[in-house]
């Protein structure tokens, strides 16, 4: 296991087609988190696994997104009917514990998938 | 908003000199933690640093933190062409039942060899 791995690594779309990504965490971690992140910006949090359950979401997770856990391993996220404004970096990072208990461990990112919509 | 602000946006030193990178945030946090991102990729974790602690070195990283200001610098020593890359503070906090991670929008440092 050689850390977070995400696929595509680059994805463009027409304005209006569906996508989905596909996030392969840590296999002992059982937190994975999704993050949007834009040219210039510090990643964005929109939404959290413990194992299966979908504890969180951000209001920056319109209905035109869902995210999926369903054996509590690799997770999907899928936007549908894609806008010009959903052109960002997505990224999955997966942790072991609660990044506020205990520890000195941060996140383990992945690299990443760059969405265009064109 | 919760975010941590850095200062400066962007930084250019000379290779070997030092870098300091602030970050300053709003509410109580239960740590604090930089992470690196070279272009284009995903992040890495650099340090933590606990509510509870007032400075903390890794390697050529010295973090403080000054909770009474809530503000945070990491200070890289003898900087190396290599550590040119995007640097985020990213506060803990507890909000609700949970532990929020939240970045700020990152340092940009360049340095030249």
């Known amino acids: 296991d050689t850390g977070v791995s995400q696929n595509p690594r680059h994805k463009i779309t027409k304005r209006g087609q569906n996508v989905t990504f596909r996030c392969d965490p840590i296999s002992e971690h059982n937190r994975l988190y999704w993050y949007r992140q834009t040219l210039g910006q510090g990643p964005e949090f929109l939404t959290y696994?413990?194992?299966?359950?979908?504890?969180?979401k951000s209001r920056l997770l319109s209905d035109r997104f869902s995210a999926e856990r369903p054996k509590g391993s690799f997770s999907t996220l899928e936007i549908q009917r894609t806008e010009q404004g959903d052109s960002a970096m997505y990224l999955c990072a997966s942790s072991l514990i609660s990044p506020g208990i205990g520890g000195n461990y941060g996140y383990t990112f992945g690299s990443g998938t760059r969405l265009t919509v064109v | 908003s919760q975010q941590g602000e850095e200062d400066p946006q962007a930084l250019s030193i000379q290779e070997g000199e030092n870098a300091t990178m602030n970050c300053s945030y709003k509410t109580s946090i239960n740590n604090l933690q930089w992470y690196r991102q070279n272009s284009g990729r995903g992040l890495v974790h650099l340090i933590l640093?606990?509510?509870?602690?007032r400075e903390k070195h890794s390697g050529r990283l010295r973090v403080t933190l000054d909770t009474s200001k809530k503000s945070s610098s990491l200070l890289i020593t003898a900087s190396r062409a290599a550590d040119t890359a995007s640097y985020f503070c990213?506060?803990?906090?507890?909000?609700?039942?949970?532990?929020?991670?939240?970045f700020g929008s990152g340092t940009r440092l360049l340095v030249r060899p």
């Open positions: 990213a506060t803990v906090y507890r909000m609700d039942s949970s532990y929020k991670l939240i």
């Open positions: 696994f413990q194992n299966e359950a979908q504890l969180e």
């Open positions: 640093i606990r509510s509870n602690e």
